[in-house]
């Protein structure tokens, strides 16, 4: 099992730049979450896919985030333009059955550390 | 108030000694609890979940639940320094969509001391 996979793994960008993070899932699962994680406010939820559908995007910071997942073993988060204050580590994680059993277990990805400078 | 509160540490304890992590949470509908472990510069992993008031084992670590107070705990027996990293409370409940969000704390950092 190859895992859920993050790309690009560190990012540095300048402020107002494009940033796109890409995330594999683990085949099979059918939920899709992006988090945020800083130091000040710890993992945040940002937006939950189930079944390639967006079901909670209420932790989407702004509008200068978005996400996308096109099929089940892809998905992208966006943010444009960039700015400072988004640098955080970016986890994209994924589950077998969603959320709505109890018991579900949630996998991360390894993140991606971007920093926009 | 915080949805899911954890004192960020750092908790330091000796090698061997048993270590003690404490979360609370606000909502009363929450229905699963879970514990993960996040090394410095790694993605957190899951330990220990937890669904009914009580304890649970698995081998060094016990999950303890207790709805009433609204309170989850980690007991971690004979401390290695491996065991040394951030610990993070995630708790479930159902949000007006009908399904169940997941909330973290912010961790607790421990370190064992060898």
């Known amino acids: 099992d190859a895992g859920v996979i993050q790309s690009p793994r560190h990012e540095v960008t300048e402020m107002g730049q494009e940033v796109t993070l890409r995330c594999k899932p683990i085949?099979?699962?059918?939920?899709l979450f992006w988090y945020r994680q800083t130091m000040m406010r710890g993992l945040e939820l940002l937006i939950y896919?189930?079944?390639?559908?967006?079901?909670?995007d209420s932790g989407m910071p702004e509008d200068r985030f978005s996400a996308k997942m096109p099929n089940a073993s892809f998905s992208t988060l966006k943010i444009q333009p960039s700015e400072p204050r988004d640098s955080a580590v970016y986890f994209c994680a994924s589950s077998v059955r969603g959320l709505i059993y109890s018991g579900n277990t949630i996998y991360f990805g390894e993140g991606s550390w971007l920093t926009v400078v | 108030q915080k949805e899911v509160e954890q004192n960020s540490g750092p908790l330091s304890v000796p090698e061997g000694a048993i270590a003690s992590l404490n979360c609370t949470y606000s909502d009363r509908g929450s229905q699963s609890f879970f514990w993960y472990r996040q090394y410095s510069g790694k993605s957190p992993e899951l330990i220990m979940s937890?669904?009914?008031?009580g304890d649970k084992e698995d081998g060094r670590f016990t999950a303890q639940l207790n709805k009433a107070s609204q309170y989850v705990s980690l007991l971690i027996r004979d401390s290695q320094p491996s065991d040394s990293a951030t610990y993070l409370c995630a708790v479930t409940r159902m949000n007006s969509g009908g399904y169940q969000k997941v909330t973290f704390g912010t961790g607790t950092k421990l370190q064992v001391i060898p």
């Open positions: 937890i669904y009914s008031n």
């Open positions: 085949s099979g699962h059918n939920s």
């Open positions: 896919f189930n079944n390639n559908v967006p079901i909670d």
